[in-house]
């Protein structure tokens, strides 16, 4: 069972900017490809962005392209989120992905979720 923590969520306001940290248990992290998805209260959960296993590959959702970027350090085993121009729209629970298989995140049903972070953005 692979275990993600995230970390990084709290109160910022419009235009600024916060980082989402998320470690895993699993020792051969780099076989995992992951993924960030958030869910606003009210909305169903929705995809923000991945990257491959070797972190070249990327992609956003257009809602959050040009503001957010996924990377990830796979000597640490965690992903990050660096989301700045912070918008109201973006309040919502933030949560890590990770499958063996890029194809499961994709269709939003990546092998295993972290238990979310809270960001929220104040007008």
């Known amino acids: 069972q692979v275990q993600l923590v995230e970390s990084g969520g709290g109160l910022v306001q419009a235009g600024g900017s916060l980082r989402l940290s998320c470690t895993s248990s699993?020792?051969?992290?780099?076989?995992?490809?992951m993924g960030w998805f958030r869910q606003a209260p009210g909305k169903e959960r929705e995809f923000v962005a991945r990257i491959t296993r070797n972190g070249i590959g990327t992609f956003y959702a257009d809602s959050v392209k040009g503001r957010f970027t996924i990377s990830r350090d796979n000597i640490k085993n965690t992903v990050y989120l660096q989301m700045n121009s912070l918008k109201p729209e973006d309040t919502a629970i933030y949560y890590c992905a990770a499958s063996f298989s890029m194809s499961t995140i994709m269709i939003n049903r990546p092998d295993y979720w972290g238990q979310g972070t809270q960001v929220t953005v104040s007008s």
């Open positions: 699993e020792p051969t992290f780099s076989t995992l490809s």
